[in-house]
């Protein structure tokens, strides 16, 4: 059984669009984060959640909306997509908030804006 | 919150040498933790080493950390084909379970 899956794996779409990727985790953690990855490898934190209730909410365009409906699922909504949203975003989960914690990505979900 | 920011950028080595690499950081931490990516994947969960701790082993890799000079190092043994993967290190600090990684070190070793 896949511990965090998200869907979908690729995401084609053209700009102005609006678009949503699932993430879900089966390990019974608390805490859930987005990540974004560029090209470059770097890897970004977005946001991140604990039982449904946000704790980090970095500076990304307010375009992009989480939403946790409970505390197995945390999914990305993105409004009027651009260009720069190119990117491999990347779900992930961890026991509790804390540093100390294993975080569990996904496989990525690959955005493509043209 | 701070990045970790590893070096070199991309390693190339042959099988069965041992590969290292590096991680530096700017302010104190908490903790260390070391992830792979294999290509087209998401990071994998390496090793995690304490402020308090100089040295961890797992399997083949063995990872150091000096706080002193904020930095740790990710040694792989006996490196393997499958050992090809982009290394990351997030140092970590907080209660919030933020980590920032860096680009990360390439590492491709040849059969």
């Known amino acids: 059984d896949t511990a965090v899956s998200q869907t979908p794996k690729y995401l084609v779409t053209q700009m102005g669009n609006d678009k949503s990727i699932k993430c879900e985790q089966n390990?019974?953690?608390?805490?859930m984060y987005w990540y974004k990855q560029d090209s470059k490898k770097f890897l970004k934190i977005m946001f991140s959640?604990?039982?449904?209730?946000?704790?980090i909410n970095e500076t990304v365009p307010n375009r992009f909306s989480p939403k946790s409906p409970d505390k197995a699922h945390l999914n990305l909504h993105i409004n009027s997509l651009e260009l720069g949203d190119s990117a491999v975003y990347f779900c992930?989960?961890?026991?509790?908030?804390?540093?100390?914690?294993?975080?569990?990505f996904g496989p990525g979900t690959r955005l493509t804006v043209l | 919150s701070q990045q970790g920011e590893e070096d070199p950028q991309a390693l190339s080595i042959q099988e069965g040498e041992n590969a290292t690499m590096n991680c530096s950081y700017k302010?104190?931490?908490?903790?260390l933790q070391w992830y792979r990516q294999n290509s087209g994947r998401g990071l994998v969960h390496l090793i995690l080493i304490r402020s308090n701790e100089r040295e961890k082993h797992s399997g083949r890799l063995r990872v150091t950390l000096d706080t002193s000079k904020k930095s740790s190092s990710l040694l792989i043994t006996a490196s393997r084909a499958a050992d090809t993967a982009s290394y990351f290190c997030a140092p970590g600090s907080g209660n919030t379970g933020k980590l920032i990684f860096g680009q990360g070190t390439t590492l491709q070793v040849k059969p």
């Open positions: 959640y604990n039982n449904k209730e946000l704790i």
């Open positions: 992930a989960s961890s026991q509790y908030g804390g540093s100390y914690n294993e975080q569990f």
């Open positions: 390990l019974g953690h608390d805490t």
């Open positions: 302010t104190s931490i908490n903790n």
